[in-house]
C-alpha cells in the first residue's frame, strides 16, 4: 500500500519510489540520443527519470483526457451542441531556471508517443511579453517575468481561441538571443490533441476588473497542470551555473543581447548574475510565481541536483 502523508490538504504527497510504483506502463518510453535534444541547460533528466516520475505522470494524463474528452462529449450531447473537437490544454508553471522547459519538452515527446500519435503542440508564454519599447514606455523593463510584463489579454484570447477549436492560431514569439520580441515571426498552433502552455505565470489568478468582477484566466482554460517546484536557493544556483554557461556559448554570438557580459570576469559576471536574481528573478518567484503553486494538478518537487524527489498530486 503508498505511503501517503496524512494532512496535505487537497494534495497526497508521494515520495518518487512510491509515486514509481504506481505505473505499469512499461511502453512510456524515450531513447538516450531523443532525450539529449530535450534537455535544458544543466538538466540532467534522465532515462531513469522517464521511468519512474514520467511514466506514472503520463498515465495520469492519459485519465484526465479520456475522461475530460467523454465529459465534454456528454455535456455538448445534453445541450444539443455540434462543437468543435478541443485540445486538451496543460499548463506548466514555475520559477526562472527550475526546468519547466525540460518537463515541458519531455512530456509533448512522451505523450506524442501515446497510442493514436496525437497532434501535441507546446508554446512558452514569453512571447506574450509586451516588447521591450512598450515594457520600458510602462516603466517595466526591469520587471520582464512579472505578471504585468505580459500581455495577459492577448495570451487569454491565444488560449480561448485554441480552447474553441479555431482550426489556425498564432502567437508572438521571444527571442532570448535578443531579449526582445521578435516582429516579423510567429508561432501557427494548428488544432492539435494536446497543447502545453508553458510559463512562469500561467497559474496566476484572474485580475479584478475596474468594476470590481474577476475575469477570466488562462487556468480556466487548463485541463491539467503542473507546478515545478525547487527551494529558492537552489535554483539560484541553477540560474547563475546557466548564467556562466550561457556566458561561455550562447553570449559570444554576435548578435547576443548578452554579449557585453562575456567581457567580464567570473567574479564580476557572478556579480551580475546574483544581481538579476535578487532583484527580478527571485522577488517574481516569491511575489508571484510560488503562491499560484497550490492552483497546479500536479507538483514536481526537485532537490539540489535538479532530481525530482516527490510528487504531489491533487486529490479532490
Ligand atoms: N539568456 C538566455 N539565453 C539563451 N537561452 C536562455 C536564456 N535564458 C533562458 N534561456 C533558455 O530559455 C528557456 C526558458 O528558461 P526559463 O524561463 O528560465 O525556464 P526554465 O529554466 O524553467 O525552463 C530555457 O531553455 C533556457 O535554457
Ligand atoms: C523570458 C522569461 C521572462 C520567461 O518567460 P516565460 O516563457 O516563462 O513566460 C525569463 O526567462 C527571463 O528571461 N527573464 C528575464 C529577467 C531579466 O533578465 O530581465
Redesign the pocket.
Known amino acids: 500500500m503508498a505511503q501517503r502523508s496524512p494532512v496535505s490538504g487537497p494534495y497526497v504527497t508521494l515520495q518518487r519510489r512510491t509515486w514509481a510504483e504506481l505505473s505499469d506502463a512499461t511502453e512510456i518510453d524515450l531513447d538516450e540520443a531523443t532525450l539529449a535534444t530535450l534537455r535544458g541547460i544543466g538538466d540532467p533528466t534522465s532515462g531513469l527519470d522517464i521511468e519512474e516520475v514520467y511514466r506514472p505522470l503520463c498515465q495520469l494524463l492519459h485519465l484526465y483526457m479520456v475522461n475530460t474528452g467523454r465529459l465534454y462529449a456528454q455535456n455538448n450531447e445534453f445541450l444539443h451542441l455540434d462543437v468543435r473537437r478541443t485540445p486538451f490544454v496543460i499548463g506548466v508553471a514555475g520559477s ?2 527550475v526546468g ?1 522547459s525540460t518537463v515541458s519538452r519531455v512530456l509533448q515527446e512522451l505523450l506524442r508517443r501515446a497510442p493514436g500519435e496525437p497532434k501535441v503542440d507546446l508554446i ?6 509586451y516588447p521591450n519599447a512598450e515594457l520600458e514606455r510602462r516603466g517595466l ?5 512579472f505578471p504585468e ?2 500581455n495577459r489579454r492577448a495570451l487569454l484570447k491565444f488560449v480561448m481561441d485554441v480552447k474553441s477549436g479555431e482550426p489556425r492560431v498564432a502567437a508572438p514569439v ?1 527571442s ?1 538571443m535578443v ?1 526582445d520580441i521578435v516582429e516579423d515571426d510567429q508561432i501557427i498552433v494548428e488544432s492539435p490533441d494536446i497543447l502545453i502552455i ?5 497559474l496566476q489568478p484572474a485580475r479584478v476588473e475596474a468594476d470590481g468582477t474577476h475575469g477570466l484566466t488562462v487556468s480556466d482554460f487548463f485541463d491539467f497542470s503542473v507546478f515545478v517546484d525547487a527551494d529558492e536557493t537552489h535554483i539560484k544556483e541553477w540560474f547563475l551555473n546557466r548564467f556562466m554557461e550561457l556566458r561561455r556559448t550562447a553570449f559570444t554570438d554576435e548578435r547576443s543581447y548578452f554579449k557585453p557580459y562575456t567581457e567580464l570576469s567570473d567574479d564580476e559576471a557572478l556579480e551580475m548574475g546574483s544581481t ?1 536574481w535578487e532583484t ?2 527571485g522577488p ?1 518567484l516569491r511575489q508571484n510565481v510560488a503562491p499560484t503553486r497550490e492552483r497546479a494538478t500536479a507538483i514536481l518537487v526537485k532537490g539540489s541536483d535538479h532530481m525530482v524527489d516527490s510528487i504531489r498530486i491533487r486529490k479532490v
Open positions: 526562472v531556471a519547466k512558452t508564454t514569453d512571447g506574450f511579453l523593463l526591469e520587471r520582464k517575468g510584463s505580459y521571444y532570448h531579449y508553458e510559463g512562469l505565470n500561467v538579476v527580478i528573478n517574481n
